[in-house]
């Protein structure tokens, strides 16, 4: 039987589960008033930030799941809806896992959501990813067929990946896409990226600040650029279409390993000769 403290919210930090694919009981009668007031005050900002910013894939996914102000969405309300439309479901872990459980969960259209909030003086920054930044941001993407594709396909190929020991080239193209991604979408730039449209300062700096380079995504550049893990990025890479995904759902990555096999990395805020440029960043903000 798990360890009745699974049950408990907010566990992080060396906790590891009984079960090996470390999910724990969501346990949603036990969230208190003062964690759903947290996610209330987190839904409520957020929703007023994305307006005109997010793509549209990530608004009609929203739309249709049971994710409002009222209270932390249960995770077996959601699943019923994403199993219909995608084929995925919710399953809660106490934070983040080790990478074999992660992909395996993608390889199998599990998606692992932190069941912890954050505590109210964090309502900026929390560095280890909790339910909001896991419901709200990553799960209305997953209503969309080519990022339900791309997810589990990237969870197949992290599993190869890290026997062949190239998971910091795949990591990245993760890192540019589902996190921190921009697209292309009518007449400017949005964003699906769920590290951007659960913060609420980055959904701002993402599109408007002057300092971050933003550049048309090319999978071997993304695969050789560094990230930060920090702070603001220095730099963003735009996808042509939401359903570019379904491309690198579809690609044998093995021969793109093999195309930058010795090739520097590149820092995240250059620019190269052949990159197509949206907007050369000034870089004044990580200059301070």
Same mark, same amino acid.
């Given at each position: 039987?798990?360890?009745?403290?699974?049950?408990?919210?907010?566990?992080?930090?060396?906790?590891?589960?009984?079960?090996?694919?470390? *999910?724990? !009981?969501?346990?949603? /009668?036990?969230?208190?008033? @003062?964690?759903?007031?947290?996610?209330?005050?987190? %839904?409520?900002?957020?929703?007023?930030?994305?307006?005109?910013?997010?793509? /549209?894939?990530?608004?009609?996914?929203?739309?249709?799941? &049971?994710?409002?102000?009222?209270?932390?969405?249960?995770?077996?309300?959601?699943?019923?809806?994403?199993?219909?439309?995608?084929?995925?479901?919710?399953?809660?872990?106490?934070?983040?896992?080790?990478?074999?459980? %992660?992909?395996?969960?993608?390889?199998?259209? =599990?998606?692992?959501?932190?069941?912890?909030? =954050?505590?109210?003086?964090?309502?900026?920054?929390?560095?280890? !990813?909790?339910?909001? +930044?896991?419901?709200?941001?990553?799960?209305?993407?997953?209503?969309?067929?080519?990022? /339900?594709?791309?997810?589990?396909?990237?969870?197949?190929?992290?599993?190869?990946?890290?026997?062949?020991?190239?998971?910091?080239?795949?990591?990245?193209?993760?890192?540019? *896409?589902?996190?921190?991604?921009?697209?292309?979408?009518?007449?400017?730039?949005?964003?699906?990226?769920?590290?951007?449209?659960? @913060?609420?300062?980055?959904?701002?700096?993402?599109?408007?600040?002057? @300092?971050?380079?933003?550049?048309?995504?090319?999978?071997? =550049?993304?695969? #050789?650029? *560094?990230? #930060?893990?920090?702070?603001?990025?220095?730099?963003?890479?735009?996808?042509?279409?939401?359903?570019?995904?379904?491309?690198?759902?579809?690609?044998?990555?093995? !021969?793109?390993?093999?195309?930058?096999?010795?090739?520097?990395?590149?820092?995240?805020?250059?620019?190269? &000769?052949?990159?197509?440029?949206?907007?050369?960043?000034?870089?004044?903000? +990580?200059?301070?």
């Amino acid at each position: 039987m798990l360890d009745q403290t699974a049950a408990k919210h907010g566990i992080v930090g060396g906790y590891v589960p009984e079960r090996p694919d470390w *999910t724990i !009981p969501q346990d949603w /009668a036990a969230y208190t008033a @003062s964690e759903h007031g947290v996610w209330r005050t987190l %839904f409520e900002r957020q929703m007023q930030r994305i307006k005109g910013r997010a793509c /549209a894939a990530y608004m009609d996914g929203l739309s249709q799941l &049971p994710i409002t102000a009222d209270a932390i969405p249960d995770f077996d309300e959601l699943s019923e809806v994403l199993q219909r439309r995608t084929g995925w479901t919710v399953v809660a872990v106490p934070g983040m896992v080790p990478n074999d459980v %992660f992909f395996n969960h993608l390889a199998n259209r =599990r998606f692992p959501a932190g069941q912890f909030i =954050r505590t109210p003086d964090q309502l900026d920054y929390l560095q280890e !990813p909790d339910v909001f +930044h896991d419901l709200f941001g990553h799960v209305p993407m997953m209503m969309n067929p080519a990022m /339900a594709d791309f997810m589990q396909a990237y969870g197949e190929g992290g599993l190869r990946a890290e026997k062949l020991g190239v998971l910091d080239r795949l990591a990245r193209l993760y890192w540019y *896409t589902v996190e921190f991604g921009l697209v292309e979408e009518g007449e400017g730039v949005r964003i699906f990226g769920a590290g951007i449209l659960s @913060s609420f300062t980055e959904t701002a700096f993402a599109l408007e600040s002057p @300092s971050p380079n933003r550049i048309g995504f090319d999978l071997k =550049r993304v695969m #050789r650029t *560094t990230y #930060r893990i920090d702070d603001f990025q220095e730099g963003y890479f735009v996808l042509p279409s939401v359903d570019a995904l379904m491309e690198f759902a579809q690609t044998d990555f093995g !021969p793109v390993y093999a195309a930058i096999e010795g090739l520097p990395d590149l820092t995240p805020g250059r620019i190269e &000769p052949d990159d197509r440029v949206f907007h050369a960043g000034t870089g004044e903000y +990580h200059m301070l």
